[in-house]
T-cell receptor, first 110, second 114 residues
């Protein structure tokens, strides 16, 4: 089937680094996107990888390896405000259907 | 504030009823997307419109329909409502039709079907 798998929850300490993985079983997509969603809020765009490799945007970086069907979001210098859910998503190129992972809830401990 | 507006914020209705959710995209964005988010299903893509035309279809039920008007606002119509339709419905907009795009999400409409 076409799916994206993410860990349901991850816990990390303030100031540390955390990696949220996204593995997928879908082929033929434009790229891998990441969104952040705080409780009660709307998703907000974080990052997009069209090509394999690392994309860096401030404290957040995202990585894609199409050969390994794998991507991740890396958050550095964690802050309490980073406590949120993080979703990976792809758009299939054969029909433009958008598929989201079920999200990873990030808990940050002081 | 993403620039995408959705009305109403909350909606409570009964099974079997019909409701309409409204979305206004960011100024200049031609694409509108509709998503359903429930606790057990995560974010589900329903449908995308680009400049008034249906562009991509996701897991949208036959009881649901959408359209995008000439002024680019969009409406999602949900009919014959069931308890399981209770969810958060998000609208998002983007400038492009496909490929790389950043989607800007509205605040959502929380639908409760009793």
């Amino acid at each position: 089937g076409q799916s994206l798998e993410q860990p349901s929850e991850v816990t990390a300490v303030e100031g540390a680094i955390v990696q949220i993985n996204c593995t997928y079983q879908t082929s033929g997509f434009y790229g891998l996107s990441w969104y952040q969603q705080h409780d009660g809020g709307a998703p907000t765009f974080l990052s997009y990888n069209a090509l394999d490799g690392l994309e860096e945007t401030g404290r957040f970086s995202s990585f894609l390896s199409r050969s390994d069907s794998y991507g991740y979001l890396l958050l550095q210098e964690l802050q309490m405000k980073d406590s949120a859910s993080y979703f990976c998503a792809v758009r299939r190129d054969r029909d433009d259907k958008i598929i989201f992972g079920k999200g990873t809830r990030l808990h940050i401990l002081p | 504030d993403s620039g995408v507006t959705q009305t109403p914020k909350h909606l409570i209705t009964a099974t079997g009823q019909r409701v309409t959710l409204r979305c206004s995209p960011r100024s200049g964005d031609l694409s509108v997307y509709w998503y359903q988010q429930s606790l057990d299903q995560g974010l589900q893509f329903l449908i995308q419109y680009y400049n008034g035309e249906e562009r991509a279809k996701g897991n949208i039920l036959e009881r649901f329909s959408a359209q995008q008007f000439p002024d680019l606002h969009s409406e999602l119509n949900l009919s014959s409502l069931e308890l399981g339709d209770s969810a958060l419905y998000f609208c998002a907009s983007s400038a492009r039709t496909s490929g790389e795009e950043t989607q800007y999400f509205g605040p959502g409409t929380r639908l409760l079907v009793l």
